[in-house]
């Protein structure tokens, strides 16, 4: 590893670090202690497990002499890492009033300290054979700023107070218009194609390995579906229409009584939505988001359409260029943008998570990392969906075609959309 690279790294590090903090920085230490529901955790909680992660996975490995900050804190914020023992149970860290967030804000700056000292006194040969952890180090820190959003506009959306969330000052977007034009579909041949991840930039090791697969011939929307059209399914009684569910998804339907998006309100004044900024208009042209994929699934049986199999969106998105995405930046919009007309592919990265119908499963030839850290993908492989693209919460180091994010289909707090695909007849 050469000096420019080591110096990239370290500074990446205080840049990944300091994004946390800037995130949390508007809000007080009441907001961040609360836990809305058992998915949600406190912001204080993902300040601080991010920073054990540093501690456990990097600093005591690499540092025969480190001392933990705090020898209880091994229980309170490791996730779901069996290998490094037992933890606080996910459903109750609203419990944890202490340690308060002063206490955590101290841990974070120990572990920024300790991290920068390492890297100020190790030799280049040691910090390449811990790059690994590093580079996941980065990519699991990103992954909690976006769970941090997540989470925090849920606990938002039960609070009284209107003006708790990120400001902003814009002008009111236009109300729900009776008809909306439909998207363009974009037709692919089909055929067999190498899928996953290649190269030496980073990925997780569930991106791969590299693989054949054979597609049929199919079609994508060149937009994700919009709040126009969502409103359309709802005003047709989609939610009343069995033919157009998942069984699960119809008895959970039924059970909680649901007739629209997680955060869509309906009151004198028509159709709005709770967003990090405050309950605002429900613009018709951005893409619906926060639907579990029992719902993407029924309002594209709905459409006369499906949702697409993940490889199909991967082979779509990979001739487009992440970095025209719209990424998670605490100073704009942290809401899906209104699409534009056109007839080329919008918004396949940036604007919400798009639910596949793929299960989320291993790749031919796939083995999880050993120890620890192969905990981190390959034991969730069962019961949930791949969803591709990233939304506007999402740092934009996670915009690659291969990127697999997943969820289980009840999931709505995320920020989760979808595209239409379709069958086409072979030319």
């Not at 109750?92 to 300790?114: N, S």
């Not at 280049?124 to 990519?139: K, L, N, P």
């Not at 605002?280 to 029992?294: E, K, Q, S, T």
């Not at 990233?390 to 989760?416: E, I, K, V």
Request: proline share 8%.
């Amino acid at each position: 590893m050469n000096a420019v690279a080591f110096n990239v790294l370290k500074e990446r590090f205080k840049g990944v670090r300091s994004q946390t903090e800037a995130l949390a920085a508007v809000f007080s230490a009441e907001d961040l202690c609360v836990q809305t529901m058992p998915d949600v955790s406190p912001g204080k909680w993902h300040l601080a497990h991010v920073s054990w992660f540093w501690e456990t996975f990097l600093l005591q490995p690499a540092l025969s002499d480190y001392t933990p900050f705090d020898p209880r804190f091994n229980y309170l914020f490791n996730s779901y890492y069996e290998a490094v023992g037992e933890r606080h149970a996910r459903p109750e860290r609203g419990f944890l009033t202490r340690p308060g967030l002063d206490a955590v804000l101290a841990y974070r700056a120990h572990v920024d300290q300790a991290v920068c000292d390492w890297f100020d006194q190790a030799d280049a040969a040691t910090v390449d054979d811990f790059r690994a952890v590093i580079e996941t180090g980065f990519a699991h820190e990103e992954q909690h700023q976006e769970l941090f959003l997540t989470d925090i506009k849920h606990v938002l959306s039960r609070s009284s107070f209107p003006e708790a969330g990120y400001p902003r000052d814009d002008e009111t977007p236009p109300q729900i218009a009776p008809e909306q034009p439909d998207p363009v579909w974009i037709a692919y041949e089909g055929g067999l194609y190498e899928f996953g991840h290649e190269g030496d930039g980073f990925a997780f090791d569930n991106e791969g390995p590299r693989h054949k697969s054979w597609l049929e011939p199919f079609a994508l929307a060149s937009r994700p579906v919009t709040n126009a059209q969502y409103l359309a399914f709802i005003e047709a009684g989609g939610y009343e229409q069995a033919q157009h569910w998942l069984s699960e998804g119809w008895e959970r339907m039924q059970a909680e009584g649901r007739r629209h998006p997680f955060y869509w309100r309906h009151g004198e004044s028509g159709w709005s939505q709770f967003t990090l900024h405050g309950e605002r208009p429900l613009h018709p042209d951005a893409p619906v988001c926060h639907l579990d994929y029992y719902e993407a699934s029924a309002f594209a049986s709905w459409a006369g359409c499906r949702l697409p199999e993940e490889r199909e969106w991967e082979y779509a998105a990979r001739e487009l260029d992440p970095g025209h995405g719209r990424w998670a930046d605490p100073k704009g919009l942290l809401e899906p943008a209104a699409m534009k007309k056109g007839s080329s592919l919008q918004a396949m990265y940036g604007e919400v998570w798009e639910w596949t119908r793929s299960a989320y499963s291993a790749y031919p030839g796939y083995e999880p990392a050993e120890g620890a850290i192969g905990e981190y993908n390959g034991k969730f492989m069962c019961g949930q969906f791949v969803l591709r693209g990233g939304s506007c919460l999402t740092p934009p180091n996670h915009a690659r075609p291969t990127y697999r994010n997943f969820f289980p289909p009840d999931a709505q707090w995320q920020m989760t959309g979808l595209r239409l695909a379709k069958d086409i007849a072979p030319r």
